[in-house]
């Protein structure tokens, strides 16, 4: 047989055995699949009883209303002794017109001393906003809309008056919108929303309005109460985005750069909390009736006319006076209904 046949049947076999062997070690080799357990599902947190948590994020400063607050489930580990719990020991008109003296974030458990109560000392003062004003306007039942303003709501401002001018004729009646987004504090002593026991609101009348204000509308205020009549305009919620187009125009509002919902949220906080003053709307009283006028009436020439130095009526001026008699020529001034001789010259 030639030799190199031989080579490379040699080669071949040994090639073979070492396939077979690297074969035999993978088979070998391989474990058999285990079945492993699946990891079970957490246990469940054991509820406690339920707690009053905010249902929106509610700033340093702001009034409970009944929907600020909700009654939620909490784990019964995590709930402290601070807590207000549903019970019959907890009654909710204990909380509603408190002030949040702490910032509280949304969902977050309402702890005791994160309120402020009325008749605490201190409480308008928390309930004012950093470098605002409280200021107390006298109101009458048409002027405060029926009672139908409480504590929390915000409103405007409009000021009647009447403006004399210099001429005849009646004055001028007009009424402005002289500050808007105004805050209630408080209608007379009261700082929250009565209920009955059906739970529903008690409208009371009141004689005074305290609202939140800047240093310079509490002045505005002050200066409009001796102009004339200040009456209450109840804003709606909804206000709030029509004006931010407005602000925005005008610059008093900074759009935040990017899409950040925080920063928006913090743009329209901060617009619905700020009074505004400036660019008010009016109404005259000729916007009402025709026989109203639209400006102040102006001076008539003969008012703007010196006067005419008055004269003493002469004796004879007026019916039942002796008449003197009057020798030499005489001028006879008239003055409505009465005529008066004043000798010019000669002897009486």
């Given at each position: 047989?030639?030799?190199?046949?031989?080579?490379?049947?040699?080669g071949?076999?040994?090639?073979a055995?070492i396939?077979?062997?690297?074969?035999?070690?993978?088979?070998?080799?391989?474990?058999?699949?285990?079945?492993?357990?699946?990891?079970?599902?957490?246990?469940?947190?054991?509820?406690?009883?339920k707690?009053l948590?905010?249902?929106?994020?509610?700033?340093?400063?702001?009034?409970?209303?009944p929907?600020?607050?909700?009654?939620q489930?909490w784990?019964?580990?995590l709930?402290?002794?601070?807590?207000?719990?549903?019970?019959?020991q907890?009654?909710?008109?204990?909380?509603?017109?408190?002030?949040?003296?702490?910032?509280?974030?949304a969902?977050?458990?309402?702890t005791?001393?994160?309120?402020?109560?009325?008749?605490?000392?201190?409480?308008?003062?928390?309930?004012?906003?950093?470098?605002m004003?409280?200021?107390?306007?006298?109101?009458?039942?048409q002027?405060s809309v029926a009672?139908f303003?409480?504590?929390?709501?915000r409103?405007?401002?409009?000021?009647t008056?009447?403006?004399?001018g210099?001429?005849?004729?009646p004055p001028?009646?007009?009424?402005?919108?002289i500050?808007?987004?105004?805050?209630?504090?408080?209608?007379?002593?009261?700082?929250?929303?009565?209920?009955?026991?059906?739970?529903n609101t008690?409208?009371?009348?009141?004689?005074?309005?305290t609202?939140?204000?800047?240093p310079k509308?509490a002045?505005?205020i002050?200066?409009?109460?001796?102009?004339?009549?200040?009456s209450l305009?109840?804003?709606?919620?909804?206000?709030?985005?029509?004006?931010l187009?407005q602000?925005?125009?005008?610059?008093?509002?900074?759009?935040p750069?990017?899409a950040?919902?925080?920063?928006?949220r913090?743009?329209m906080l901060?617009?619905?909390?700020?009074?505004?003053a400036?660019?008010?709307?009016?109404?005259?009283?000729?916007?009402?009736?025709?026989?109203?006028?639209?400006?102040?009436?102006?001076?008539t020439?003969?008012?703007?006319?010196?006067s005419?130095?008055?004269?003493?009526?002469?004796?004879g001026?007026y019916?039942?006076a002796?008449?003197?008699?009057v020798?030499?020529?005489v001028?006879?001034?008239?003055?409505?209904?009465?005529?008066?001789?004043?000798p010019?010259?000669?002897?009486?």
């Open positions: 047989m030639d030799s190199r046949k031989v080579i490379l049947l040699v071949a076999l040994i090639v055995a396939t077979a062997f690297m074969a035999r070690s993978l088979i070998m080799g391989t474990s058999a699949p285990q079945a492993s357990a699946l990891p079970g599902a957490p246990a469940p947190v054991p509820l406690g009883p707690v948590v905010a249902t929106r994020a509610l700033p340093i400063g702001t009034i409970l209303d929907g600020s607050v909700k009654f489930p784990p019964a580990e709930v402290e002794g601070a807590y207000f719990q549903e019970g019959a907890f009654d909710m008109r204990n909380v509603l017109g408190t002030v949040v003296r702490n910032a509280i974030t969902g977050q458990p309402i005791q001393g994160a309120l402020v109560k009325p008749g605490d000392r201190g409480f308008l003062a928390a309930a004012l906003g950093p470098g004003r409280a200021v107390t306007v006298p109101v009458s039942t002027s009672g303003v409480f504590p929390g709501d409103i405007d401002l409009l000021l008056q009447s403006v004399e210099g001429g005849d004729g001028l009646r007009v009424a402005e919108t500050l808007r987004n105004l805050r209630v504090l408080a209608t007379d002593q009261r700082t929250s929303q009565e209920k009955d026991e059906a739970g008690v409208v009371h009348t009141f004689s005074t309005v609202i939140e204000a800047t509308i002045e505005q002050a200066v409009a109460q001796t102009m004339g009549t200040i305009s109840l804003r709606s919620i909804a206000d709030n985005a029509a004006e187009e602000a925005i125009a005008s610059g008093d509002v900074s759009v750069d990017g950040d919902p925080k920063a928006e913090a743009m901060k617009l619905a909390s700020t009074p505004q400036g660019n008010p709307t009016y109404a005259v009283g000729a916007d009402v009736s025709r026989f109203q006028r639209r400006t102040v009436p102006g001076r020439q003969q008012s703007m006319m010196p005419a130095p008055s004269i003493s009526p002469a004796p001026a019916p039942g002796p008449q003197p008699v020798s030499g020529p001028v006879r001034i008239a003055r409505g209904n009465n005529v008066t001789e004043v010019v010259g000669g002897k009486n």
